[in-house]
């Protein structure tokens, strides 16, 4: 996708764009972005640091770090991922350890919040208002990739795009993306 998975932006997107391992019928599929409320990653956030705090009481016990966005055999190019991939070339750009870290922990809020929030937009009508995007630009019937137009001056801030695809096979896939906008 781009952004990417986890992105922190230095200015606000204009689109969004969601490549596809295999052709989706946009017509019948649903692609949304959202502000995701910031309340709700603070929650998810203190919920992992009691999680994590939980786990090293444990023993024997192991976890994995992966994350993984998608459901179904059609995957977004964007929408999988291990914390270590999403963050590999922040080292590069002369980011200290700790700023990796944090930022490692705020996608991996993001994530959690926006797995809470999903369900309860998704299948929303008349969300436009709410909505941070303008919908798709024309597609074809068939397509393994889609743009979403997003409203201009986005603020600073986490977003979540989620998609309900419609595959060719007609198999659906659901799955998102957070990435964040910097103040």
Known sequence: STPEDGAVLD???????????????????????????????ADAATMAEEHSESEEHAEGEEHSTEGEHTEGEAASSGSEHSEDESHSSEGEHGHSEAEEHSESEQHSAMDAAAKIFIPTVIDLTDDEEARVDTGLVATEEMAKSVTINLKENLAPGAYVAMFRVLSADTHTVEGFITFEIKE
Do not use: C, G, H, R
């Open 11 to 41: 200015a606000a997107p204009t689109e969004i764009v969601f490549n596809f391992d295999k052709d989706i019928q946009p017509t019948f599929s649903i692609f949304k972005v959202y502000p995701l409320p910031a309340d709700m990653i």
